[in-house]
């Protein structure tokens, strides 16, 4: 009866590393996944940022050409 009990004792332990290396390893995809996000987020901002700065400039160009570089006729 003792060695059944050491037995289950070895086996619930075994099973218990077992859950947490496999916890350990779903929370390290998680974060890298979650990585992996956050940088393709912070690209597509920084293309849209990019984007709305050039239209900006370009429509600050063309008003400044019409009040200063249009109107010498």
């Known amino acids: 009866m003792k060695r059944e009990e050491e037995r289950m004792k070895r086996e619930q332990e075994r099973m218990r590393v077992e859950h947490e290396k496999r916890m350990q390893q779903e929370q390290e995809r998680m974060q890298k996944e979650q990585e992996h996000l956050r940088a393709e987020i912070s690209k597509e901002l920084e293309k ?23 109107s010498k006729r």
Request: proline share 0%.
């Open 48 to 70: 849209k940022m990019s984007s709305v700065m050039e239209k900006k400039m370009s429509d600050m160009s063309k008003r400044l050409f019409s009040q200063f570089g249009g």
